[in-house]
């Protein structure tokens, strides 16, 4: 005897559009306050950079070349992009290293690594150029004079600025990844490494990936700050022409000499990496956004089930 079971499919009623709520102020209100917003923006952000191109280029486009080509300023270019390329990958690394501690372990002295990672934010720039003054200069402490002893020179030359770089420019790989990795938790890892992985192929296959986004976000944030960073520098640089000059200092210099054209056009040449700054980073918000609403439109996973297996039964003879 065979039962026959007959399935209904029904269609899913389709939802009601959601109402979209509005806040309660007045019209009038909220004209006022976006009028007061721009007006903030264009005063003190658009203003100003408008500015520095319009003096950049007062005296021509001939001028405006012929300061980025001068040979203190082209000195000043490549020791600022130089740090930029030396300082992000180290704090890529201990970035990275410290957020991974920090969001999947749980460890004595946790609390102390956060705050050793916040430090830079609290710590005014000109004080880290100090701190490092008292290390490592020659009249400093006893690490200073064998240093000078043995012509190892930090304070006053390109090491000595990309310490300082370093210093100010840690926590923002490490901050844009902390909460981050905290809000995935730590499951995906330990089912890859019940699968057998070990330690390299989970962080390469399954925790930077997840975090790709955060980790690009970080290293452009931490890109601007190195090539825009002015007072650490400014205290371990020495400001010596040509030598230690990154591009602020320079702007500094030209523009205390009273020579304000030459100092707007290196200044617009900082205006256009921040600006491509800004760019890249909505790039990367976009993309980070675009791939979580694919991720989301994805049909919810069916589990596969096993047909249970068929036994005949033979009546014996």
């Known amino acids: 005897m065979s039962a026959t079971t007959n399935t209904t499919t029904r269609r899913a009623a389709p939802e009601a559009p959601r109402a979209v709520i509005s806040t309660t102020e007045a019209p009038w209100a909220r004209w006022l306050l976006t009028a007061l917003a721009l007006g903030f923006m264009s005063l003190f952000l658009v203003l100003p950079l408008v500015t520095v191109f319009v003096e950049a280029l007062r005296n021509g486009w001939q001028a405006y070349v012929a300061a980025l080509r001068e040979p203190d300023a082209w000195a000043a270019i490549r020791l600022t992009l130089l740090t930029a390329v030396i300082a992000v990958p180290l704090n890529l690394v201990f970035g990275v290293a410290a957020a991974w501690a920090i969001a999947k372990f749980e460890f004595r002295g946790k609390a102390f690594l956060i705050s050793l990672v916040d430090l830079p934010f609290s710590v005014s720039p000109v004080v880290a150029g100090l701190i490092y ?93 190195a090539m825009g960073e002015f007072g650490a520098v400014s205290v371990v640089s020495g400001h010596i022409r040509g030598q230690t000059n990154t591009m602020p200092l320079h702007v500094e210099i030209l523009y205390n000499e009273y020579q304000s054209q030459a100092a707007f056009a290196v200044a617009s040449l900082l205006a256009v990496l921040a600006i491509m700054t800004l760019i890249l980073k909505t790039i990367v918000q976009w993309l980070n956004k675009h791939e979580l609403a694919a991720v989301a439109d994805l049909p919810p996973e069916q589990p596969i089930i096993a047909a249970a297996p068929t036994i005949t039964w033979h009546r014996g003879a």
């Open 133 to 225: 003054v008292l290390v490592f200069g020659a009249h400093g402490w006893q690490l200073g004079p064998w240093l000078s002893e043995h012509n190892i020179r930090i304070i006053f030359a390109v090491p000595g600025i990309v310490l300082a770089t370093v210093f100010v420019t840690f926590p923002f790989i490490a901050r844009e990844l902390i909460p981050l990795m905290q809000a995935q938790g730590n499951d995906e890892e330990q089912a890859a490494i019940v699968l057998g992985a070990n330690g390299w192929q989970t962080f390469w296959r399954v925790t930077l990936p997840n975090i790709k986004w955060g980790l690009v976000y970080g290293l452009i944030l931490c890109n601007a700050r």
